[in-house]
Nanobody
């Protein structure tokens, strides 16, 4: 089994910063990609940032220049540094990873349980 555990959410004022973490654990052979998605009430879940093996990154236009995704391969952990936060960044943030488990030939997609980020004065 594989688990993704997020941390780092909370309440922050507009213009502030937060750093989210997501640690993958279990019988992991390799991680192809790790990403952050978010979902605000009444909206569809959307991709925020993705990091593919080889350090290729992709960001939503709404967060470019403000958010940075990074990864610690030794810890199987992905981070999302969020700066200059805006009220419209308020959402539940979900970690996502494409992982090949030990002894398995194909990769599967996994989701974390989500962490709330609220940007409000």
């Amino acid at each position: 089994q594989v688990q993704l555990v997020e941390s780092g959410g909370g309440l922050v004022q507009p213009g502030g910063s937060l750093r989210l973490s997501c640690a993958a654990s279990g019988s992991i052979s390799s991680i192809y990609a790790m990403a952050w998605h978010r979902q605000a009430p009444g909206t569809q879940r959307e991709l925020v940032a993705m990091l593919i093996s080889g350090d290729s990154t992709n960001y939503a236009d709404s967060v470019k220049g403000r958010f940075t995704i990074s990864r610690d391969n030794a810890k199987n952990t992905v981070y999302l540094q969020m700066n200059s936060l805006k009220p419209e960044d308020t959402a539940v943030y979900y970690c996502y990873a494409v992982i090949r488990r030990t002894g398995v030939r194909v990769s599967d997609a996994y989701w974390g349980q989500g962490t709330q980020v609220t940007v409000s004065s």
